[in-house]
């Protein structure tokens, strides 16, 4: 007789088939990961941050080998080392950061794209990742080592604030910086302590305390928490931070933490969708998940004699919006360490969806139960490509969930705890630093 799956053995096969995806849609000469698996599409230097952190969790799983781990790891760092810095319109990044998107096969700027803050930390993260787990004495571990060693203080942070105190949003050598700033809480926080941390450039408290300074407290729902209204911004950063029972000023100041935060923030969102405001099909207590995302727009059709608009890529978010349906099952699971009695069983009704049949590298990334397909195969629409940056917080956070390896390993990461106390943090596994520092 057939047994039933555990609930480690769904997580597994969902984290193991989703971790595929940096295993195949990679140019495997420069470690480049493509965006999504739209033909043509570029690589993402977000994306190839998440793979990075993934190769150590496809290790401990048996999902590849320690040596085509080393491998795909110094054929990234290698390629980033190497690739040109410069302020020609082609080039592969300036400063010590990166364009968003960049050629799958020369690794120059594609699509006339920002050199991009925030992917940069993400990817600089990725290789955090990678030096804290390959620490063995052999050459290749230690060459992984070196290679983020150089890569990390090459960023300069200081240029990244364009004379302000925040960091910009990025810059383009056409027109120059972007008119933005990362203010207002976000998926900027990894942004914002790798920036403390750096060996090198690094910025004083000052920009944090202005970074907290636009943060926005807000009741949701029963829920009163630091508000961000899509889903994905409340788990970035947490892929690699535990911020379990540490606390910086401001949230010293609610008497909880981060990790308290975000939990908040996943009840919140499964309460609106029970709630469904707006009576959109498909949602409830097992069925949510808005996030910045893809959808089947831009248009509007009218759906039992309403005219509904729907969106392409939005940073879909409650309370306020937007929102035209479209759930994102990867962004659910990556609130899995936050609340796992509720993410879990919305994991089931996903699968009685068929979210995952057919489908190479695991859930559909979003779907919208109110738009119908037009097509025999579904009754409603669903996103036709998978997408790195969805791909990896699946991963990592069911990892954080099973085993806390990647928290574990970054907490091993002196540039982060470096940041993390520059930033005010105390408290819990980081304990209070004898002379908190204020200045870099």
Known sequence: ???????????????????????????????????????????????????LSAYPVGVERGFVTRSEAIERTLATLRFFHSSHQGTEVDATGYQGFYYHFLDMRTGKRARKCELSTIDTGILLAGMLVAAAYFSNDTTAEREIRALTEELYARADWRWALNGGVAITL????????????WQGYDEALILYLLALGAPRFALSQESYAAWCSTYAWRKVYDYELLYSGPLFTHQISYLWVDFRGIQDHYMRTKSIDYFENSRRATYAQRQYAIDNPNGFKGYGENCWGITASLGPGPLTRKIHGKNRPFFGYVGRGIPDGPDDGTLAPWAVIASLPFAPEIVLPAIDHFDSLNL????????????????????????????????????????????????????????????????????GFTGGWLGTPAVAETHC
């Open 1 to 51: 007789m057939r047994q039933t799956p555990t609930c480690s053995d769904k997580l597994e096969e969902i984290q193991r088939k989703t971790f595929d995806y940096f295993i195949h849609e990679v140019n495997n000469l420069n470690g480049l990961v493509a965006d999504t698996i739209e033909k043509g599409a570029p690589a993402s230097i977000a994306a190839v941050g998440l793979a």
């Open 170 to 181: 990025g810059w383009n050598p056409e027109s120059g910086f972007l008119p933005y700033r």
């Open 356 to 423: 995952r049949v057919g489908n190479t590298y695991g859930f559909k990334s979003t779907f919208n139960a109110t738009f119908p397909s037009g097509t025999a195969k579904s009754p409603y629409w669903h996103s036709p490509w998978h997408c790195g940056l969805n791909q990896g917080p699946i991963v990592l956070m069911i990892e954080n969930f099973r085993s806390g390896l990647l928290w574990r390993l970054m907490r091993q990461c002196p540039a982060f705890v470096r940041g993390l106390h520059r930033a």
